[in-house]
């Protein structure tokens, strides 16, 4: 299996407001918008470095699993998600090489994208994610 590109970094924070000041202020990142996701009780706001985003994770949830990454382990890095392409043969290319998949299936995330969590059990301690366009598995049906 070999990945296309790093796609994104997830990080983790209480408020992204209070985070403005230093992605969009210090840094100079392009601000792209908001997005809430349900399926993991997030607000994520994107900025734009090069070819590769900045995603900050708000929980809109105590029940949010970025809320329970905040408890347990505090603001900062969440995860790296790598663009692949026909991200369940990539799945099952990593079960079957012994890998514990958090999604054994795709779930969908935010930018339209069909997302999968490799558990950070098994990916050294670095929660690791596959992307792929949702348009990308509808035109191979098609
Ligand atoms: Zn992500």
Redesign the pocket.
Known sequence: MSVKSLN?I?IAVRSIDEQKTFYEGALGLAFEGFEDVPSQKVRVAFYRAGDVRI?LLEPTSTDSPISKFLEKRGEGLH?L?FAVEDIQARIDELKSSGFRMIDEVPRS??HEMH?AFVHPKSSFGVLT?L?EPASAGQSHDG
Do not use: D, S, T
Request: hydrophobic residues 30%; charged residues 20%; contains cysteine.
């Open positions: 994104h997830g995603e995860h998600a995330g935010a997302i994610e992307c």
